[in-house]
């Protein structure tokens, strides 16, 4: 769902191609909804105009970004352990 404010966090947002419209993805999952329903608004019975379309297919572009991004940080966070205490800068 495309949101059309300013208040949401910057961090966990991506910007679409249309001018102040923004998606809320604080996780892969929220960021798979996103990718759904563009993909389902540009399907076979859409009668978007060609330039919707395209802003559609970037939106999609941006958002397979933000996952990556996502993905790449969760696999090298560190454990969420009680135990671990970072190292200490020298």
Known sequence: MLYRTDSLDPVDTVA?????YRFHCPDVASVDR???????HMGP??????KF???????IDRL????????TVE??????DE???????A
Request: glycine residues 4%; without cysteine; aromatic residues 4%.
């Open 64 to 71: 397979l970004e933000r996952r990556l991004y996502l993905m």
């Open 75 to 80: 696999l090298t966070d560190p454990p969420e």
């Open 16 to 20: 679409s191609v249309l001018p102040g």
């Open 45 to 50: 019975r859409s009668n978007l105009m060609p």
């Open 34 to 40: 996103h990718i759904a329903e563009r993909l389902e």
């Open 83 to 89: 135990g671990y205490v970072p190292a200490q800068a």
């Open 53 to 59: 379309r395209e802003a559609a297919r970037q939106d």
